[in-house]
């Protein structure tokens, strides 16, 4: 729970960076600028943070990670991947930062070449240039955390990189202008880095590693709750290891107790074990180095997956002055149910990796289409949400100082374009990680990228003219969407063979919900904005006709995800005294436990000791 209220906190801040963007400077020449300098963090945070490095390094060091449980190799495997990779990319990670500083002003003409203000807008991409180290080695410890099942310092890095943003501008802004942005863009990236070393140092300092642990779970229904929890040391030839088991007796309300029936007291146990392995462990083969093949792919991919915003920009900068800034504002808010959906993605991504290293496809299948199924629901819900109301978004948002009424029509209108190719995006987002799960390279999603660029690049050129800014969005749109349809198409022995019919399924059932929502809400917002009413009224009556819309016709039409989601609503409404989290009693007992045996070895029988003969 705290990492997703840490995430919408840096999503929440990134909206207050934008706001504060458009107050200070507003939608003219010198946002442009900015903003031409600003593909270089969009790029180093898609390459390096969010996709591109992730995808290559989280199933490495999920690697590790089984490695290091299983106790078959000598040494800490963790801490030799550190070792092997670290170094060497960070000289990478400087040799790009300083590449990007010495062709800024090549790097600035190509990507706008219609742009007034060159000279500023290369002033401000040398500022962010910084951004590559910076954001390379924090790319690098939310990958190293994530792996280990460690997602609340990585959910943490948006708060601290838009904090130093929003700080350099306010203070710096009316002295430097525009560049205090690019200056709090160097600042911000440093901060990320900050706020995860101290928690991936703990992690290295543990060689052993997080303990496994199992549980034995005895269930009486007179209302008490036995667990007993086996702590394993892992360790490589290690002697007889001692365990402590822990057993913990909690009253719980049980349905016989609640009915007031006199059910006979009977116990029942439960195990959890892992599931049944159904193909050879990736972890049980050699270790392998970071291999340049697939990092070559996963850069690739995102950086391919990226160049959309060069395409848009390129295009737009022919166009009025604005047009980039409309662009800009538009793309931000429209991603914004994109980025939550995808959180969940983000999370399970260590947890396929760990499956498909452990040979476990079954588990990797199951999740991965819960995963897809549950992202699109709601996805489509913020589509629908922000279909329906965006006047009154950007106007809340962004309507004041320098930004203006008619910056506000022509903001929204793109943004209702924009979320068109939501889902397409979502998708992307979810397959993608799947594809690369088994740390090996795959070509496939970086075809399938092209052929949605190509598409995006041809109809962006054919529609820019008569349609400007919208039709940029509606080739954006159209182009994720075929990428989309490829990797859906794809899936199976080039990644975790998931059942494509089903997952066509549900991504088809919210789509109707999706539209009867909108337009519900659409009507509901546009009934009561009126000039003297706050843009906030509308807004909130809009997105509670679209949630009630959806919550009503998610379950009719089957939705996927909408029982739960609702049970889990409802289960967390109950009251607080029916919980009952009084009345515990710990107990600790240490006995030895056997060694974990290697595949294909036999259990030895115990020796039967002279006291157990006499007593025959």
């Not at 996709?51 to 495997?77: E, I």
């Not at 205090?180 to 901060?191: D, E, I, Y």
Request: hydrophobic share 50%; net charge positive.
């Amino acid at each position: 729970m705290l990492t997703a209220v840490l995430s919408v906190a840096g999503s929440v801040l990134g909206l207050a960076r934008d706001q504060a963007l458009a107050r200070l400077f507003g939608a003219g020449r010198e946002t442009d600028a900015f903003l031409v300098a600003w593909t270089v963090p969009e790029f180093a945070a898609t390459l390096l943070i969010e996709d591109g490095l992730a995808f290559a390094l989280v199933p490495m060091f999920s690697l590790a990670l089984a490695r290091r449980a299983q106790g078959t190799v000598p040494g800490d495997p963790v801490r030799a991947l550190v070792a092997a990779t670290l170094p060497r990319l960070t000289l990478a990670f400087a040799a790009a930062g300083a590449l990007v500083v010495a062709a800024a002003p090549v790097l600035v003409r190509a990507l706008a070449p219609g742009l007034p203000d060159h000279a500023l807008a290369v002033d401000c991409t040398r500022l962010t240039a910084t951004c590559v180290v910076s954001f390379g080695l924090a790319g690098y410890c939310s990958a190293a955390l994530r792996a280990h099942r460690r997602f609340l310092a990585p959910a943490a890095i948006y708060c601290a990189y838009n904090t130093g943003i929003i700080t350099a501008m306010f203070v710096l802004g009316g002295r430097w202008g525009v560049r205090a942005a690019a200056v709090g863009v160097a600042v911000g990236g440093l901060l990320m880095v900050a706020a995860q070393l101290p928690s991936l140092a703990g992690q290295l300092r543990h060689p052993d590693g997080r303990p496994d642990r199992r549980r034995l779970r005895f269930r009486f229904p007179v209302g008490f709750r036995f667990r007993f929890g086996f702590r394993r040391d892992e360790g490589a030839g290690a002697a007889p290891r001692t365990s402590t088991a822990t057993a913990t007796v909690a009253p719980t309300p049980s349905a016989g107790a609640t009915a007031g029936t006199n059910a006979p007291h009977r116990g029942t146990a439960e195990q959890e074990t892992p599931a049944p392995r159904t193909a050879p462990r990736a972890a049980d083969t050699p270790a392998r180095p970071l291999a340049l093949a697939l990092l070559g792919t996963v850069l690739l991919f995102a950086l391919c997956r990226q160049s959309q915003v060069l395409i848009e920009r390129f295009l737009a900068s022919g166009l009025p002055s604005g047009a980039i800034s409309h662009l800009n504002y538009a793309q931000k808010v429209a991603q914004i149910p994109m980025t939550l959906s995808l959180m969940l993605c983000t999370v399970t991504f260590p947890v396929v990796a760990r499956a498909v290293a452990d040979g476990d496809t079954e588990r990797a299948r199951a999740r991965v289409e819960r995963d897809v199924a549950l992202a699109a629901g709601l996805v489509l819900l913020g589509t629908a949400t922000v279909v329906a109301c965006a006047p009154q978004m950007v106007q809340l948002l962004f309507q004041r100082g320098a930004f203006t009424a008619a910056d506000t029509a022509a903001t929204a209108g793109v943004m209702r374009v924009y979320a068109l190719g939501l889902l397409g995006q979502t998708v992307v987002g979810a397959l993608a990680r799947c594809y690369f799960s088994a740390g090996r390279a795959n070509w496939y999603p970086l075809g399938a990228m092209a052929v949605g660029i190509a598409a995006t690049a041809g109809a962006g050129a054919w529609a820019v003219g008569p349609w400007g800014v919208s039709g940029i969005a509606a080739a954006n749109a159209a182009g994720i969407t075929v990428t989309a349809a490829l990797l859906v198409a794809g899936t199976g022995p080039r990644s975790v063979p998931v059942r494509v019919r089903r997952v066509l399924g549900d991504l088809a059932r919210p789509v109707p919900v999706a539209v009867a929502a909108a337009v519900a809400g659409a009507l509901v917002a546009d009934r009561l904005a009126a000039p003297g009413v706050s843009p906030a009224v509308p807004l909130a009556a809009g997105a509670a006709a679209v949630v009630g819309v959806f919550a009503v016709l998610a379950p009719v039409l089957g939705v996927r995800g909408a029982v739960p989601a609702v049970e889990s609503v409802r289960r967390s409404l109950r009251p607080v005294t029916r919980r009952l989290p009084h009345g515990r009693i710990s107990l600790r007992i240490r006995f030895p436990l056997p060694r974990r045996l290697p595949p294909g070895a036999r259990p030895r029988r115990p020796r039967k000791s002279r006291g157990s003969r006499r007593s025959r």
